[in-house]
């Protein structure tokens, strides 16, 4: 799985670059396609229940499972992706939010929101030792999203993951300390802080398959692949 992640945050990186100004978020699954062949990994969610492109590429209200399309990148517009692989057996998953060109015409207000979603992501990641639970986990997520003025998405949640893609246990983004499963060494789990400007609500896109604001506001997320170890914490996915 190390080896994995370090592939795929090898292809996260690549796509961060590519992602500018008019270049179409299609073009962009078609660049990922060809990382995962460069790298003899497979795409983990090409046809995973449906789904019909290798990366996931959500631009502004939509916060997750955006499907690649002929839309063209905007300066100003938030763009999330998540992308995730099979390697040897095993699977890992990440996402990242960036501000895509000119980052003035995206607002105050979502340049701290990309800034939070990751902070609420590092903050997390720090804690993760045994013994740790995942009450503790959500608190921490909840706490600094929430002391900036934005909400984090309930009905939506991270994960376990290894001979799978998505494991128990489910992770949410909310919780209060000391309750919840208790993180083990061993475990290896996904937190993905999904978090929005407005409300955490979130209705089903045309495509059928993203979601998201019902009110329309900003979503921006982030995820990383960890492993719990007997001293605390290995990032398999680097952002």
Not at 21 to 48: C, Q, V, W
Not at 86 to 103: H, R, T
Not at 208 to 226: K, L, P
């Amino acid at each position: 799985m190390k080896q994995g992640g370090a592939i795929l945050s090898k292809i996260a990186r690549g796509l961060s670059k590519q992602a500018k100004a008019g270049i179409s978020t299609g073009e962009l699954d078609r660049a990922a396609r060809a990382l995962f062949s460069r790298y003899k990994a497979e795409p983990a969610f090409l046809n995973h229940q449906g789904f019909p492109t290798a990366i996931c590429a959500s631009v502004n209200q939509v916060v997750v499972h955006g499907v690649p399309s002929p839309y063209q990148l905007k300066d100003g517009d938030a763009l999330s992706i998540d992308l995730g692989l099979k390697y040897k057996g095993f699977y890992l998953d990440m996402a990242f939010s960036k501000i895509v060109g000119d980052k003035k015409l995206a607002g105050p207000a979502v340049k701290r929101l990309v800034k939070t979603a990751r902070n609420s992501l590092d903050l997390a990641v720090k804690a993760v030792a045994p013994g740790v639970t995942l009450g503790d986990i959500g608190f921490i997520v909840q706490s600094c999203v929430e002391k900036q003025g934005f909400c984090v998405v309930r009905n939506l949640c991270g994960h376990g993951i290894g001979r799978e893609l998505h494991e128990d246990p489910q992770i949410l983004n909310y919780g209060l300390p000391g309750e919840g499963e208790v993180l083990r060494e061993g475990m290896v789990v996904c937190f993905e802080p999904m978090i929005t400007t407005g409300t955490w609500k979130l209705k089903k896109s045309s495509d059928g398959f993203g979601y998201e604001t019902a009110d329309s506001s900003i979503a921006a997320h982030f995820e990383q692949t960890i492993a719990v170890t007997k001293k605390g914490y290995l990032v398999l996915t680097k952002l």
